[in-house]
């Protein structure tokens, strides 16, 4: 089995405490590592992290242990940077032993191809000023920048100010549009651009929303949904079959109550 899941936002108190959430959250990891291949996280597990030189986050080491405990046993977990945790370096990598992706990657997994992001990057039409400043945000100079010029405790609290100020600027709830949706644009773009690649699925977070879209010529687009209010994972079967799944009660997702706050 495969096993995926996005957008936790530990460090973030919404539905649940964001200690709670990280117990929750732990306990799936444990209940999945039993018979997984292999593991995805596609972005924003944290709700901010900075990491400098030689000081991480304080806080989640119930899942750092976790995640390291999981890696330990071989079984491989890959990490996305999201928006919100996109400023992981190599902590993750070298102390829990996860894969970190800063980009979109491509995978073969049970008899699958399977592209994943998170998908906070990724509009087909993007404002100008938009595409700056997230270029800028994403930026290793400008993270070195930070890290030499900024105290890691200024650095946190305006780290938790922006992604607070950012998620009041967005609707409560994402109603999923169909081929309105900017991240279905870019995966019709991307099998436009790439003919001689077919993607059985397309894998995303971000939008906070969970839900399965069939797009035609054997496509389907996985939007992840999030554990802030309603926690979703995927999982792919060894034959190949892809759904969405709620947990604590494991049971198929009802899509039209899986839609959160951004």
Request: net charge positive; charged share 25%; proline share 3%.
């Amino acid at each position: 089995m495969y096993y995926f899941a996005s957008d936790v936002h530990l460090g973030l108190d919404a539905a649940t405490s964001s200690a709670q959430r990280e117990r929750l959250f732990v306990q799936w990891l444990d209940t999945v590592a039993a018979d997984a291949r292999a593991i995805f996280l596609v972005g924003d597990i944290f709700d901010f992290w900075f990491e400098y030189k030689r000081v991480v986050p304080k806080g989640f080491t119930r899942l750092l242990g976790k995640l390291s405990e999981i890696t330990d046993r071989g079984i491989p977990i890959h990490f996305f940077v999201g928006n919100h945790d996109m400023w992981a370096y190599d902590y993750l990598h070298r102390e829990c032993g996860l894969t970190v992706h800063y980009k979109p990657e491509v995978f073969e997994i049970a008899g699958k191809r399977v592209f994943v992001a998170h998908g906070d990057n990724m509009y087909i039409r993007k404002p100008f000023a938009e595409k700056v400043m997230q270029s800028g945000f994403r930026s290793p100079l400008l993270r070195r920048l930070f890290s030499a010029l900024i105290h890691p405790n200024a650095m946190l609290r305006f780290g938790q100010w922006w992604s607070h100020k950012s998620r009041k600027s967005h609707a409560r709830v994402h109603v999923f549009c169909g081929e309105k949706e900017y991240l279905v644009q870019y995966a019709r773009a991307y099998r436009a651009a790439v003919k001689n690649i077919h993607v059985d699925y397309f894998v995303f977070g971000h939008i906070h929303c969970g839900h399965t879209y069939d797009m035609g010529d054997g496509s389907t687009a996985v939007f992840l949904g999030e554990w802030l209010y309603n926690p979703a994972y995927a999982v792919l079967d060894d034959h190949g079959r892809m759904e969405l799944r709620t947990y604590p009660a494991n049971e198929r997702l009802n899509q039209e109550n899986l839609c959160g706050n951004i």
